[in-house]
């Protein structure tokens, strides 16, 4: 006779084989958008770095003088662990002749996906959050007013774009070392595609969105994304838009840091209070956090 309980242990490996093979397909569209990633369980809080700042040297004046001494201030930056986020679903144990997940099942994709959208949705919290920074972790660090490009006139503009490259190039952001992330929605999309010098193949280089694709326009690349879904973003995107003012974030990956305390954990079973009816769970839990300020921006628009 089959061991129930090594039945059970090869359908909860299967599931989560299956789910977290379907996550690594298809990974999410923010959380890869960061400089690195670390694993945290079992940890509340962790020092990501000791930032120092920027030193020069000085000229040496005479034979045999002291040494030019230097005291750099330095910054602990830190991450605090996300909220766990899980969900559920019951199956009738009458209306399944196999109780495998397989690579392929409608049910892995769905978890996946939800488990994909846990982690999109911290990337925003994150990048609009607090950061953290100081001995012990617990000094809040809000977002620079300073790299908040206003939302002066409606739409995104050349305008706008040249000046948040300004801002970013007076910041000593190596635009070669990185290339800026601009995150558009679709309005941004279409108020790009009405710049002349973006339309013109002469000026771009090629012929702009060629396939769907966005081009990369004044050295930013473009991601699309649509942070009104209630489903994709369901605590973040509203984080996107005060009144009528999109707020876009614009930043290189190495201003970023993202900490995992749970990529995907899942479990099928039969639950005894429901006739023994299979409960299929998955669970998530990540943060993201900014490092650097010199390095995250938010550029405005003006939405109707």
């Known amino acids: 006779m089959p061991d129930p309980a090594f039945a059970e242990q090869h359908r909860n490996v299967g599931y989560n084989n299956a789910v977290t093979y379907e996550m690594r397909q298809r990974p999410g569209l923010l959380y890869p958008l960061v400089g690195s990633t670390e694993n945290y369980s079992g940890q509340s809080s962790h020092r990501i770095e000791n930032r120092f700042d ?64 846990v982690h999109d949705d911290e990337w925003l919290k994150g990048y609009f959050g607090s950061a953290w920074q100081g001995p012990t972790g617990d000094t809040a660090v809000p977002f620079a007013a300073a790299n908040v490009v206003a939302a002066a006139a409606s739409g995104l503009t050349l305008t ?24 558009v929605t679709p309005k941004q999309v279409t108020d ?22 966005i081009k990369p326009f004044m050295g930013f690349r473009f991601i699309e994304f649509n942070p009104d879904s209630a489903r994709a973003y369901p605590q973040g995107g509203a984080l996107t838009k005060v009144s009528t003012t999109r707020r876009l974030p614009c930043f290189v990956p190495s201003g970023l840091h993202r900490g995992v305390w749970t990529e995907f954990f899942g479990d099928i079973g039969p639950r005894r209070d429901k006739k023994l009816n299979i409960q299929v769970y998955g669970e998530a839990r990540s943060a993201v956090v900014r490092t650097d300020e010199k390095k995250c921006y938010i550029l405005e628009c003006t939405e109707s």
Do not use: C, H
């Not at 595609?193 to 002469?202: A, F, L, S, V």
């Open 54 to 117: 920027e030193i020069s040297m000085s000229d040496q004046v005479g034979r045999l003088e002291d040494t030019n001494l230097t005291d750099p201030d330095s910054v602990a930056r830190w991450i605090k662990v996300g909220k766990a986020r899980d969900v559920a679903v019951m199956f009738d144990k009458n209306d399944q002749a196999v109780t495998e997940v397989s690579l392929g099942s409608p049910l892995a994709q769905r978890v996946a996906t939800a488990a994909q959208r």
């Open 192 to 213: 790009l595609m009405n710049i002349e010098q973006y339309r013109n193949m002469d000026y771009s280089g090629s012929t702009p969105l060629a396939r769907g694709e």
């Open 160 to 183: 706008k774009l040249q000046t948040m490259r300004e801002r970013m190039a007076l910041n000593d952001v190596d635009f070669e070392l990185e290339m800026p992330i601009l995150l």
